[in-house]
């Protein structure tokens, strides 16, 4: 009895070691898939670092519009003597008549001014504007006037007369002496101004023209209103 007693003790250890031995083993091969796991993952998300790395970025590459060109038309230009003007942007439109589109520079009032005639096809009708507005008297119908003035050809854009070389021009400001583009442009001038006239031909000399001024002729006057009385 002893001995089998004995036997039966020694059969529950073995069999306890070999209970131990197989919860130890499976603990084991636990902790394996879990290393082989992590393992395979940090394979993994390596492999995946390295492909996205190894893959070329994709460039944006920004739009660009090409700027319209604008093209801006020449101002005309016309010279005089050697002087070559641009158009003047100052010139300040006179109720009742069409404006000038090329008006000459304004210049200083008193210095003689630079004729620039513009080069598009001679109006109809009697153009005017004020390059310099006066802040005198101004002027009317039977007032005695002292003025200077330069002269310019239309179609050839050349100067056929000028005052400043001679003193000045005195007259009285009446239909019959002056010319109608003059009467007609001129009043409502204020002294210390200076005004542009374009004339066309049936307000100036007509067909028959003057010495010096060809028939049917546009004429181009800077007139400076000097004094009145």
Same mark, same amino acid.
């Given at each position: 009895m002893a001995t089998t007693k004995r036997q039966r003790q020694k059969e529950a250890r073995r069999q306890k070691m070999e209970a131990l031995e197989k919860q130890s083993?499976?603990? !084991?091969? *636990?902790?394996?898939?879990? *290393?082989?796991?992590?393992? @395979?993952?940090?394979?993994?998300?390596? @492999?995946?670092?390295?492909? !996205?790395?190894?893959?070329?970025?994709?460039?944006?590459?920004?739009?660009?519009?090409?700027?319209?060109?604008?093209?801006?038309?020449p101002t005309a230009t016309t010279t005089i003597g050697t002087v070559s003007t641009r158009c003047s942007s100052t010139a300040f439109a006179?109720?009742?008549?069409?404006?000038?589109?090329?008006?000459?520079?304004?210049?200083?009032?008193g210095k003689a001014p630079t004729m620039v005639v513009p080069t598009t096809t001679p109006p109809k009708?009697?153009? %005017?504007?004020?390059?310099?507005?006066?802040t005198g008297a101004t002027?009317?119908?039977?007032?005695?006037?002292?003025? !200077?003035?330069?002269? #310019?050809?239309?179609?050839?854009?050349?100067?056929?007369?000028?005052?400043?070389?001679?003193?000045?021009?005195?007259?009285?400001? #009446?239909?019959?002496?002056?010319?109608?583009?003059? *009467?007609?442009?001129? %009043?409502?001038?204020?002294v210390g101004g200076r005004r542009e006239l374009i004339i066309p031909p049936s307000l100036a000399y007509g067909a028959a023209g003057q010495s010096g001024i060809p028939g049917n002729d546009t004429l181009v006057f800077i007139v400076?209103?000097?004094?009145?009385g």
């Open positions: 083993k499976r603990r !084991q091969n *636990i902790r394996r898939g879990v *290393i082989a796991l992590i393992v @395979a993952i940090v394979v993994v998300g390596s @492999a995946a670092l390295f492909f !996205q790395k190894s893959t070329p970025a994709t460039v944006s590459i920004p739009t660009t519009t090409a700027p319209t060109a604008t093209t801006t038309a006179v109720a009742g008549f069409p404006s000038i589109a090329c008006a000459a520079p304004a210049g200083t009032w009708s009697l153009e %005017v504007a004020d390059l310099i507005k006066g002027l009317k119908l039977g007032d005695k006037i002292t003025a !200077q003035y330069v002269l #310019a050809d239309y179609a050839s854009h050349k100067d056929l007369q000028s005052s400043w070389s001679s003193g000045g021009f005195s007259t009285t400001f #009446a239909k019959g002496g002056l010319i109608p583009g003059w *009467i007609d442009g001129l %009043v409502g001038m204020r400076d209103l000097v004094k009145i």
